[in-house]
């Protein structure tokens, strides 16, 4: 099975902007996750998408929004851009059978300027 | 509020022998336990897990260790290879009926380096 994908890989923006970042999951994963890495904070989670609805959230301003289609592939978007929104979103993927056992993607590289 | 530790930031052994990875947590709602290893700029690569009601989980060379009163798991790896030389992240996770079993939450990680 071909792992998670996400794209772009890596991004530039300017404060203020806004991006949409893309997520494919793993083939029959129905869960998708996003995180944020940054050297301060490290890795935290910003929401889970399952069957095109938000079904959890992390602590993050409403800047930061997601959705998911019906093929479960998922986006994040993140308006009006801020210098510290500069860092690695992961996109994880999990099998909806119930293990825990979440799949990561390579990563977007966002930097904001 | 850091609800998962990983007190040592850096570790250093030597080819074939024991790494021992520790990992620490606070919130006595998790209840499944995993480690990940990653390397710059890659996303996270799942090693092993561990469900509250073991207390331990072998995996080749990789034996998760959990203590549940002292809330503590640690990751032991058996004989470590320069090829493991990495920054190792445990996480913890709500029972998958809680409905929070995807909302991971991360440790401040570990840098292993597995040194000739």
């Known amino acids: 099975k071909a792992g998670v994908t996400q794209t772009p890989r890596y991004l530039i923006k300017t404060r203020g902007q806004q991006v949409t970042l893309s997520c494919s999951p793993i083939?029959?994963?129905?869960?998708v996750s996003w995180y944020q890495q940054t050297p301060g904070q490290g890795l935290q989670f910003l929401f889970e998408?399952?069957?095109?609805?938000?079904?959890n959230k992390g602590n993050f301003p409403g800047r930061f929004s997601g959705r998911q289609f019906s093929n479960s592939r998922s986006e994040m978007n993140v308006s009006t851009l801020e210098l510290g929104d500069s860092a690695l979103y992961l996109c994880?993927?999990?099998?909806?059978?119930?293990?825990?056992?979440?799949?990561f993607g390579p990563g977007t590289r966002l930097t904001v300027l | 509020d850091q609800q998962v530790k990983q007190n040592s930031p850096s570790l250093s052994v030597q080819e074939g022998r024991i790494s021992i990875l520790n990992c620490d947590y606070t919130?006595?709602?998790?209840?499944?336990f995993l480690w990940y290893k990653k390397y710059p700029a890659e996303g996270p690569t799942f090693l092993i897990s561990?469900?509250?009601?073991?207390d331990k989980n072998e995996d080749g060379r990789f034996t998760v260790f959990l203590n549940k009163s002292a809330k503590h798991l640690s990751l032991h790896i058996v004989p470590s290879q320069p090829g493991d030389s990495a920054v190792y992240f445990c996480?913890?996770?709500?029972?998958?009926?809680?409905?929070?079993?995807?909302?991971?939450?991360f440790g401040t990680g570990t840098r292993l380096q597995v040194t000739l």
């Open positions: 994880a993927s999990k099998d909806a059978r119930g293990y825990n056992e979440q799949f």
């Open positions: 083939s029959g994963h129905r869960s």
């Open positions: 998408y399952f069957s095109e609805t938000q079904r």
């Open positions: 919130n006595s709602m998790f209840d499944y």
């Open positions: 561990i469900s509250s009601i073991k």
């Open positions: 996480a913890a996770s709500g029972g998958v009926n809680t409905g929070t079993a995807s909302k991971l939450t």
